[in-house]
C-alpha cells in the first residue's frame, strides 16, 4: 500500500510538472487521489513480478535500484553549495557540516554498495533504469522543444557516464566468468 502510494505521487508530481503524460496528473474529483497514477504504479508493479522468477530477486533488483536513487544527493549537495552561495547565506537555511568531506564519502560508499550489489543484479537494474530515463528524455525533450535541453542533458550526462561506467566495473569485477581460477 505504501509503495502504491508514494509511486503514484511521485507519477502525479512528475505528469504535474510535464515530465510525464499528462493524464497521470488528473486527480479524481471526490477523492482527490491519482487514480491514473496509481493504476500506472499498478501495471509497472505487476509487470515488475512477472518480469523476475522470485520474490527474492525482486526485493533484490528493487534494493539495488533504490541505492541508485540515493546517488544524485552527494552531488546536488555540493552543487548547490558552489550554485547557490547567496541563498545559502540567509537566515533561515540549513548547512549541513563538513559536506565536502561527507558527500564525496557518501558517494564512494554508495558505489562501493552498488558493486557490491554484484553483476546480474546491476545489469537487471539497467533493463529497468534505461527505458524510464529514455521515457523521461523524451517528455523532457517534447516539452521544452529544445530550450535549455541539451544544457539540462549536459549537467545530467555525469549520471550516464556514471551509470555506464559502475555497470562495466560491476560486470569485470564480479562477473564469475571472468574470476580467474588459481592452480
Known amino acids: 500500500a505504501l ?6 505521487r511521485i507519477l502525479y508530481s512528475l505528469s504535474h510538472e510535464k515530465h510525464l503524460p499528462a493524464f497521470l496528473s488528473q486527480l479524481n474529483p471526490i477523492y482527490y487521489n491519482p487514480r491514473k497514477s496509481i493504476v500506472a504504479s499498478t501495471l509497472v508493479g505487476c509487470i515488475f513480478l512477472f ?20 546517488l544524485p544527493a552527494p552531488i546536488i549537495v555540493i552543487a ?7 541563498i545559502l547565506r540567509k537566515k533561515d537555511q540549513f548547512i549541513m557540516p563538513f559536506a565536502k568531506i561527507f558527500a564525496p564519502a557518501l558517494l564512494f560508499v554508495l558505489s562501493m554498495l552498488l558493486f557490491s550489489a554484484q ?18 528524455t523524451y517528455y523532457e525533450y517534447k516539452n521544452h522543444r529544445g530550450k535549455g535541453f541539451l544544457k539540462a542533458l549536459r549537467g545530467a550526462s555525469w549520471l550516464i557516464f556514471y551509470i555506464v561506467g559502475i555497470s562495466l566495473i560491476a560486470y569485470m569485477g564480479n ?9
Open 80 to 86: 548547490n553549495r558552489i550554485k547557490n552561495k547567496s
Open 3 to 8: 509503495f502504491s502510494a508514494s509511486s503514484s
Open 119 to 136: 553483476w546480474p543484479l546491476a545489469g537487471e537494474m539497467l533493463v529497468l533504469v534505461v527505458p524510464g530515463l529514455v521515457f523521461y
Open 175 to 183: 562477473n564469475p566468468a571472468h574470476v580467474v581460477q588459481q592452480l
Open 51 to 70: 518480469l523476475f522468477k522470485g520474490w527474492y530477486e525482486l526485493v533484490a533488483v528493487i534494493s539495488v535500484i533504490h541505492l541508485f536513487s540515493y
